[in-house]
């Protein structure tokens, strides 16, 4: 157990929709990061927070964004959901802000039909 | 542009037999370098680390990495390897900027390391 907690596990939705993913990091973790996981763009590194602000800027596109809540857990939202976006999204969290040793969740299974 | 190049994306070996998943990068500045795992239906998990000092680094487990600056590789072994092996395996990588600011984590694509009995 890494610690490092995300809901859904899992979630099917339609083209169109919005969904939220949750992460809550490990305690006592100020930084908390985001990757995209699909068999054909592997690892994709998303977007990063730390303590509140955000840090880094991955391959995010403008349909989805995040944001950390002064408890330091975060909300990843994607929205017009098209089929390309079915992928396991996961949150990493780390003490510092450039590390790495990152912690992951388990991951949000998301599928777009 | 900074790259991690993970060159097997699948790599099927026997039970007890050796086993080499190979890293390079490239960079033309300092780098740490990183191995993490991913079991099956799992998240990410760090399995060593090179940051500075002796080049060879070990995990708990049995694996080894060594860090070759002139070939600017991370490859990751393991003399024996049991089924419970069985796993996604992805190299990592930071650049140390000049000036000593550090870059983000890059991933590779993975290496899926298949043990059969």
């Known amino acids: 157990d890494s610690g490092v907690t995300q809901t859904p596990k899992h979630l099917i939705t339609a083209t169109g929709q919005r969904v939220t993913l949750r992460c809550s990091p490990r305690?006592?973790?100020?930084?908390v990061y985001w990757y995209q996981q699909s068999l054909d763009q592997g690892l994709q590194f998303l977007i990063q927070y730390y303590n509140g602000e955000e840090r880094a800027k991955g391959n995010i596109l403008e349909r989805f964004s995040a944001q950390q809540f002064p408890d330091l857990h975060s909300e990843l939202n994607l929205s017009s959901l098209e089929l390309g976006d079915s992928a396991l999204y996961f949150c990493a969290s780390s003490v510092g802000a450039i590390t790495g040793e990152l912690f992951f969740g388990e991951g949000s299974r998301l599928t777009v039909l | 542009a900074q790259s991690v190049t993970q060159l097997d994306s699948q790599v099927p070996v026997f039970e007890e037999a050796p086993v080499e998943l190979r890293c390079n990068y490239s960079?033309?500045?300092?780098?740490?370098l990183f191995w993490y795992v991913q079991y099956p239906n799992q998240g990410l998990q760090l399995l060593l680390k090179?940051?500075?000092?002796?080049?060879l680094v070990e995990s708990i487990n049995g694996f080894e990495a060594e860090f070759n600056k002139s070939q600017t590789s991370f490859h990751l072994r393991k003399p024996s390897v049991h089924i419970s092996d069985t796993a996604e395996y992805f190299c990592?990588?930071?650049?140390?900027?000049?000036?000593?600011?550090?870059?983000?984590?890059?991933f590779g694509k993975g290496t899926k390391l298949s043990v059969k009995p």
């Open positions: 990592a990588v930071i650049l140390l900027n000049y000036g000593g600011s550090q870059g983000n984590l890059i």
């Open positions: 960079s033309s500045v300092s780098v740490y």
């Open positions: 305690s006592g973790d100020l930084s």
């Open positions: 090179y940051l500075s000092g002796s080049t």
